[in-house]
């Protein structure tokens, strides 16, 4: 069993930055791939980014050019680096994991708020 806590939201005002941090509870090297999503008030739930193990990186067109994602295997902790912020950036961003064959993890989320 693996648990994610995140951490790092917050209020912003526009085009300002913030980091997300993402621990898991035991080793992330099993953990075939780890990223972020984000659920706006109304909206379904949509991927951010993600990293599977090996580093490569996959990006929402929304978040190319603005946000990174990072892992660091030895800290169990996978980052959200987030720049540029606008206001459609306000969600709940969710921490998630796939260990394969089909174990999915998720956090409990963390608000973040960008003000115009």
């Known amino acids: 069993q693996v648990q994610l806590v995140e951490s790092g939201g917050g209020l912003v005002q526009a085009g300002g930055s913030l980091r997300l941090s993402c621990v898991a509870s035991?080793?992330?090297?099993?953990?075939?791939?780890m990223g972020w999503y984000r659920q706006a008030p109304g909206k379904q739930r949509e991927l951010v980014a993600n990293i599977i193990t090996g580093g490569s990186t996959n990006y929402a067109d929304s978040a190319k050019g603005r946000f990174t994602i990072s892992r660091d295997n030895a800290a169990s902790t996978v980052y959200l680096r987030m720049s540029s912020l606008k206001p459609e950036d306000t969600a709940v961003y969710y921490c998630y994991a796939l260990k394969l064959p089909g174990a999915h993890y998720w956090g409990q989320g963390t608000q973040v708020t960008v003000s115009s």
């Open positions: 035991g080793s992330i090297g099993s953990l075939n791939v």
